[in-house]
């Protein structure tokens, strides 16, 4: 086998080193002190920065297989399995990290060198089996491979397994399977083996010696150097770097997804696979040179613009894996030097794609120059608020590698790389991008917890054309590019040829109108045992509507809705409507802070509460409007008149006002409209057939958008709106046995 002298990486390209390099070279380099040197014998050998995370997260999980790092290659030819297996433990033998175990000693973990260490290359003959189960049987034995786990303190700390497949003619074919702990090893170390394993097999399979030098350090050598020289002055220094990149309140990012994030984080992954094609690659670079930047800045930027086209955050923070040698001695070992950078970008006033593109190259080049302190001791530094139920400091990461060289091969050796999912994700997402020759590889590892696979294809359908877009016109502005595929784009297009009629001159309150002439008898409302009638409920709005009209409400004038689940939090919701005010939902569970910013932020001038609401008793020392009691005011407010309102609100004026969860920063208000609030409700009430001898439970809170759905698509109906009480949801069984 024969192959090129390659710079495998993670997260910085060639170019992206090369620009590094200069830059420092121009502003003066980092001093690294002394270079590092091989540790005295006998020295006790500390963890690196990165095996000490690693290594407490598998104190916490013993043997989690997602730190696993599983590759397997397609042999075609003839292969001689001695040579094969000897160059395999040679490998071994060149670098201490395969051979290192890890144990506490006083308390402290130690990296343990093994003197000697040979492993097996078991050979799996599958040849008896017909093509149809062998497939099937590779593939397990492939992901068995994968999900091995590993015990840190016994070792050995990787796996290997050859499988002889059926011969095509007198061509043998095999798949090689590897598997190795990321705690002695990286996506740089990847190439480092294959290029190894290439240059010892063709040297022992012509009897040879190894042609490979020795190696003047070992990855323990490393890990001393490391602690000893990143303290002190060099440590502060870089740390407050990060403390002013990351100050403030950090953001979440919550991309849209098929299922609930679930309560605390779990590993279950997939991958999925994307071709770039190689003429949008080679767009990409001309691009890249004429603004001044590398490939993976160009990548980045497009890709922070999808995860704020997705989400609608500015303000977005994403990970990107940095292969951290910058020592010449350390670029042939194998080991875990890889860190972590978490690159923050902000997408605020709608900047053309050539402006923040020259943002991201700012910020990646002072990251960059800070590279050193690793992620783990970062997260320790900045504390940032955690939460079970995601990764702290970003969700998303992004990687741009270079691939290793397939190796050419004898002339009878043919090489394959395969895939191999290991059926985990680190992060809610991770888009990996490979150069090829035919273009660039996009790989996503995501949660399954959290998405389908047909929601990561879209996903990458749609970064290619931003992608094209961005190339067509970077003077674009990051708002105005393109997602939609053509397939896509034709799908709207067809939506909208026939759209479906809907009462968009009328208001939502007036659809309700309708329906209580219509039915003014049957029960529109019921609550721990007491009901309204749609006569009754309609009277009870109308008299509420007048009183705020007597306090002087305007049209669009906000009203909060600070009220638990109650008849009255419905009769306060139609009663604002009818008045041409909008209502703010205040769910008073919230806590004060949170509410108190609303009210605020809304312009909240009235509020509506009810005797039992908990916040009534302290919400009077620091709101300034005026405060309307739905239950101990009722008497002054039954003496208003019944009658509907002569005052036209308008289908363009504001219905309600919604506010985001605020999980990635300030919440923000969302103004909803009558006309898009009928248009909805008319549309659902249709596809869900909803009928007035439907009951429908009111289950969600004020604050979340789906409660409208809830009140609307019953009250227009003619169906029973049956609300909830927290009993109701004590346990699962209460739930089913009460619905």
Not at 144 to 151: M, S, T
Not at 376 to 394: A, I, K, Y
Not at 425 to 439: A, H, I, Q, V, Y
């Amino acid at each position: 086998m024969h192959s090129d002298r390659t710079t495998p990486n993670t997260g910085l390209s060639a170019e992206d080193l090369e620009l590094f390099a200069y830059l420092l070279e121009e502003e003066g380099a980092v001093d690294k002190g002394e270079l590092i040197t091989p540790r005295a014998p006998g020295a006790a050998t500390p963890l690196s920065f990165p095996q000490e995370r690693l290594w407490f997260l598998d104190q916490w999980d013993p043997g989690n297989t997602v730190y696993n790092v599983p590759f397997a290659t397609r042999l075609k030819g003839h292969l001689r399995v001695d040579a094969f297996e000897r160059s395999l433990n040679e490998i071994i033998r060149r670098h201490e990290a395969l051979r290192t175990t890890f144990v506490a000693v006083d308390g402290q973990p130690r990296q343990i060198v093994a003197p000697a260490l040979t492993i097996p290359l078991p050979l799996i003959d599958l040849r008896s089996l017909p093509h149809a189960a062998q497939a099937t049987e590779v593939q397990r034995l492939i992901a068995a491979n994968a999900r091995h786990r590993f015990d840190l303190a016994r070792g050995p700390l990787l796996r290997a397994e050859l499988l002889r497949l059926h011969a095509e003619g007198t061509r043998q074919e095999y798949i090689f399977l590897l598997n190795i702990h990321h705690i002695v090893f990286d996506a740089w170390s990847v190439g480092l083996f294959l290029r190894e394993l290439t240059v010892l097999y063709d040297a022992f399979v012509n009897d040879r010696p190894s042609p490979l030098p020795d190696l003047a350090i070992q990855y323990p050598d490393f890990a001393i150097w490391q602690r000893g020289w990143l303290q002190g002055p060099v440590l502060r220094e870089q740390i407050a770097y990060w403390k002013r990149q990351l100050g403030g309140t950090l953001p979440i990012l919550e991309l849209p997804s098929d299922y609930p994030r679930p309560p605390e984080l779990t590993s279950q992954g997939s991958l999925c696979s994307y071709h770039l094609p190689a003429a949008l690659s080679q767009q990409l670079h001309v691009l890249s040179q004429v603004e001044g930047v590398t490939l993976f800045m160009t990548l980045f930027a497009a890709f922070q613009i999808l995860l704020y086209r997705y989400t609608g955050e500015e303000d977005i923070i994403t990970g990107s894996a940095i292969a951290n040698r910058d020592f010449v001695d350390i670029e042939p070992l194998m080991g875990f030097f890889l860190n972590t950078l978490p690159l923050r970008t902000d997408l605020s006033g709608n900047p053309t794609f050539r402006a923040f593109l020259q943002q991201v190259r700012e910020t990646a080049l002072d990251a960059y120059a800070h590279q050193n302190v690793p992620f783990e001791q970062l997260v320790e530094e900045l504390r940032p608020r955690r939460d079970p139920s995601h990764t702290p400091l970003f969700q998303v990461m992004f990687i741009l590698q270079n691939a290793p060289v397939p190796p050419q091969g004898q002339r009878d050796l043919e090489v394959e790389y395969l895939r191999v999912d290991n059926g985990t994700s680190k992060f809610d997402l991770t888009l990996s991008l490979t150069e090829m020759p035919d273009g660039l590889r996009a790989v996503a590892e995501y949660k399954t917890d959290l998405f389908e696979q047909a929601t990561i294809e879209r996903l990458l359908g749609h970064y290619q054309r931003l992608l094209e877009s961005l190339v067509a016109d970077p003077n674009c502005t990051v708002s105005a590019l393109s997602l939609l595929t053509e397939a896509e784009r034709q799908t709207l297009l067809a939506w909208n040829e026939a759209p479906m009629p809907c009462s968009e001159q009328r208001c939502i309150h007036q659809l309700f109108e309708a329906q209580a002439a219509s039915t003014p008898h049957a029960i529109a409302l019921e609550c721990d045992g007491e009901q309204l009638t749609y006569r009754e409920l309609n009277r009870r709005a109308n008299q509420l509507a007048h009183y705020l009209r007597a306090l002087n409400v305007q049209p669009e004038e906000r009203i909060g809705l600070c009220l638990d689940r109650s008849l009255e939090l419905i009769v306060g919701v139609l009663g604002v409507l009818k008045a041409g005010a909008c209502y703010v939902p205040l769910d008073p569970t919230y806590p004060q802070e949170r509410l108190r910013f609303m009210v605020e932020d809304a312009q909240v001038s009235v509020l509506l509460i009810r005797q039992k609401t908990t916040l009534s008793d302290s919400v009077a020392w620091w709101f300034r409007g005026t405060i309307v009691d739905l239950r101990a005011d009722w008497p002054q407010i039954s003496r208003q008149s019944a009658a509907h309102l002569t005052a036209e609100v308008a289908p363009a004026q504001t219905a309600y006002v919604i506010y985001t969860s605020g999980s990635t920063g300030r919440p923000k208000g969302v103004l909803i409209e009558h006309r898009s609030l009928v248009n909805y409700v008319e549309v659902a009430c249709a596809a869900y057939g909803i009928t007035a001898a439907d009951r429908v439970l009111q289950f969600a809170s004020i604050n979340y958008d789906g409660s409208a759905e809830e009140i609307y698509t019953a009250l227009t109906s003619g169906a029973t709106l049956v609300l909830r009480n927290d009993q109701m949801i004590e346990t699962i069984a209460t739930f089913l046995a009460t619905c």
